[in-house]
């Protein structure tokens, strides 16, 4: 338990907020995106800049205390924050900066990615981040960085140029390809075991003209031929069309025609981001495929498309989720996501994905950073979001049932931001080869582990 007078001492001298239990911003400044989460960190702190999170670090290491961070939030587990320990909140450390000439971002440590795609969106740029503009920059890079723009651009930590770290020491490092690249390899991707992520350096790239974004609904009795027309358009088409495919509830029921919703149903989404001719000519097969019961795919702004998931993914809301990559998507497994449609229970909204990979991301050699999966050829996750806390149990087994008979269609690797178990293996994580050559960064750079609020890489 922290002395009143410590605290105090410390507050003093803290150039940010400092927040203290029982005190009128406390318990929203304890919230996290997840509601499932709910802990009592024994003190809040929101730094202004860099020296801030030093002297937050100092003296969390003077008090032994448990130390969580938080960018934006949205750590599924719950890792941006704690019981009792301290949180360091970036939410102080915003903005994105952007150089046009030369194609470069810069975003503080607590950058939303709505700041980053508007900054960048505003002079015809972008770069390749996540689906719901709320996300924290940080959160969602460290741990490699899915999107939308993935085959054609790769994940987000691929457009990562340099990072600016706090150590555990309490000192600053940075790292690239040329400055502390061993460190920059196992940023990429397991970035959360090795300091306070300040400042990030991205590449951007070219995108000035309306995306064409959007989904296809139809029964689920279509289920198994609308997996095989994704997974041959996901193999043929161009390196700008993503695709994913869903077998969910079709929720909310008024957006649905009567009969519709409520029910399970397959639906294929896509964001194509060439010129929307191209994008027309490319997803001819797709728009030949007969009667769907909704659809709204159509040229947007690419804000636009990065918006839309923000309040089915609002803060508040239970989640629970388990994925994997796949070698491929067979009809078995497709009719085993159907099965379990119809298994979730009642009063929450959950759903199979499965994500067209490859292409960009496959470029990037398996060995050239810590993420592990470049080689699959599709993503699958069970996600399900629910609001009555008596669903808990229930939930959680839908997603874990769902997931336990994937297996034998899995391959290696897992995305490190989607695993919601607090304490998952990171050995399996990441695999052998690469989890020991993480351990051995981690004896570098945090030797004591102080940042073990992550999946963790013991040193």
Request: proline residues 6%; aromatic residues 8%; charged residues 20%.
């Amino acid at each position: 338990m922290l002395g009143t007078r410590t605290v105090r001492v410390f507050a003093d001298g803290f150039g940010g907020e400092v927040i203290r239990p029982g005190e009128p911003k406390y318990d929203a400044a304890r919230a996290v995106w997840n509601g499932l989460v709910d802990r009592r960190p024994g003190l809040v702190v929101r730094p202004n800049g860099t020296a801030d999170v030093v002297a937050a670090l100092r003296f969390a290491r003077e008090q032994d205390l448990v130390v969580a961070v938080r960018g934006g939030g949205h750590s599924i587990p719950g890792f941006s924050t704690c019981d009792d320990g301290i949180v360091i909140d970036l939410s102080r450390m915003r903005g994105a900066t952007i150089d046009p000439a030369h194609r470069t971002a810069v975003c503080a440590g607590g950058a939303l990615l709505s700041e980053l795609d508007n900054a960048a969106q505003a002079v015809g740029l972008v770069c390749p981040v996540g689906v719901v503009s709320h996300t924290g920059v940080a959160g969602l890079t460290l741990g490699g960085g899915m999107g939308r723009l993935q085959r054609k651009f790769g994940l987000t930590i691929d457009s990562l140029r340099a990072v600016d770290l706090v150590t555990s020491e309490g000192g600053t490092v940075r790292a690239s390809a040329d400055e502390n690249p061993d460190l920059f390899w196992g940023v990429r991707g397991a970035g959360a075991n090795f300091g306070v992520a300040t400042s990030f350096e991205y590449v951007l790239h070219p995108l000035d003209h309306p995306i064409t974004h959007g989904t296809v609904v139809y029964p689920i009795e279509r289920a198994g031929e609308l997996a095989q027309l994704f997974t041959e358009i996901s193999g043929t088409g161009p390196d700008e069309l993503w695709l994913g495919f869903y077998i969910r509830l079709a929720l909310p029921t008024e957006d649905f025609p009567p009969g519709i919703g409520g029910r399970p149903i397959a639906a294929v989404s896509v964001l194509h981001c060439g010129q929307p001719r191209e994008a027309e000519r490319d997803l001819g097969r797709l728009r030949a495929f007969g009667h769907p019961v909704a659809g709204s795919i159509e040229p947007k702004p690419h804000l636009a498309a990065q918006r839309l998931a923000d309040v089915s993914s609002a803060w508040g809301h239970r989640f629970y989720m388990k994925s994997a990559f796949l070698r491929s998507l067979p009809g078995e497994l497709v009719d085993m996501a159907v099965q379990h449609a119809h298994g979730i229970p009642e009063g929450a909204g959950g759903e199979f994905g499965f994500w067209s990979w490859g292409r960009a991301i496959a470029e990037v050699p398996e060995d050239a950073t810590a993420f592990t999966g470049r080689t699959a050829a599709y993503w699958m996750g069970a996600e399900i979001q629910w609001d009555d806390p008596a669903l808990d149990g229930p939930c959680r087994e839908w997603a874990r049932a769902g997931m336990a008979d994937v297996g034998p269609f899995t391959t290696s690797g897992r995305y490190v931001n989607d695993v919601a178990e607090p304490r998952e293996n990171a050995r399996a994580i990441y695999g052998d080869g690469k989890y020991e050559r993480l351990v051995g960064l981690k004896r570098i750079w945090d030797p004591d582990n102080v940042f073990r609020m992550n999946q963790n890489i013991r040193p």
